[in-house]
T-cell receptor, first 115, second 116 residues
Framework: DGGITQSPKYLFRKEGQNVTLSCEQNLNHDAMYWYRQDPGQGLRLIYYSQIVNDFQKGDIAEGYSVSREKKESFPLTVTSAQKNPTAFYLC??????????????FGSGTRLTVV | AQSVTQPDIHITVSEGASLELRCNYSYGATPYLFWYVQSPGQGLQLLLKYFSGDTLVQGIKGFEAEFKRSQSSFNLRKPSVHWSDAAEYFCAVSIGGSSNTGKLIFGQGTTLQVKP
């Protein structure tokens, strides 16, 4: 079945460390997104990519970086510059024809905790 | 700026009672509206969407929502709530205009608790 796979499900980061969250989709979707979820704040857009080798900052991109070398993959790196990285991270995808027509498909999320 | 507001952070209803979750949006053009549901520690599942046409839309799990342009609202309803409906619910609007970026802007979410 087609879908989005996020890994790992739980991730622990030490102060000053960079960590990378994986997001892979086999839906043949062109667009991919990263959201951060904090209690009481809903989902906030970190980065998004409409096509391979291109991506744009969302509302809270500071302290994060992404790459889009393959259509199927959109990894998110949480750098040491992100001062409060503890959160639940959700990856999503859509295609230009479905972003209005069908909404987004979401992964199951990665919970990142700073220790 | 575009925004989505869910005025109720937390709602508790008894099983079998009716439910209405409120959603208001701020967006200059015709909005594309969505409701998603999230179980604890999980991703989001699409309940229903509105693009055009009939302003009352039906979704999965017995949910429906009504688009009211005059009130900039897209409230979610269910006639009889089941204990399994306890979850967090998100309203979202898709923006992008001619560029069709299709970015989703989310509300803060409403947590639904169901009493037996």
């Amino acid at each position: 079945d087609g879908g989005i796979t996020q890994s790992p499900k739980y991730l622990f980061r030490k102060e000053g460390q960079n960590v990378t969250l994986s997001c892979e989709q086999n839906l043949n979707h062109d667009a991919m997104y990263w959201y951060r979820q904090d209690p009481g704040q809903g989902l906030r857009l970190i980065y998004y990519s409409q096509i391979v080798n291109d991506f744009q900052k969302g509302d809270i991109a500071e302290g994060y970086s992404v790459s889009r070398e393959k259509k199927e993959s959109f990894p998110l790196t949480v750098t040491s510059a992100q001062k409060n990285p503890t959160a639940f991270y959700l990856c999503a995808s859509s295609s230009p024809s479905s972003s209005r027509g069908g909404g987004y498909t979401f992964g199951s999320g990665t919970r990142l905790t700073v220790v | 700026a575009q925004s989505v507001t869910q005025p109720d952070i937390h709602i508790t209803v008894s099983e079998g009672a009716s439910l209405e979750l409120r959603c208001n949006y701020s967006y200059g053009a015709t909005p594309y509206l969505f409701w998603y549901v999230q179980s604890p520690g999980q991703g989001l599942q699409l309940l229903l969407k509105y693009f055009s046409g009939d302003t009352l839309v039906q979704g999965i799990k017995g949910f429906e929502a009504e688009f009211k342009r005059s009130q900039s609202s897209f409230n979610l309803r269910k006639p009889s709530v089941h204990w399994s409906d306890a979850a967090e619910y998100f309203c979202a609007v898709s923006i992008g205009g001619s560029s069709n970026t299709g970015k989703l802007i989310f509300g803060q979410g409403t947590t639904l608790q169901v009493k037996p």
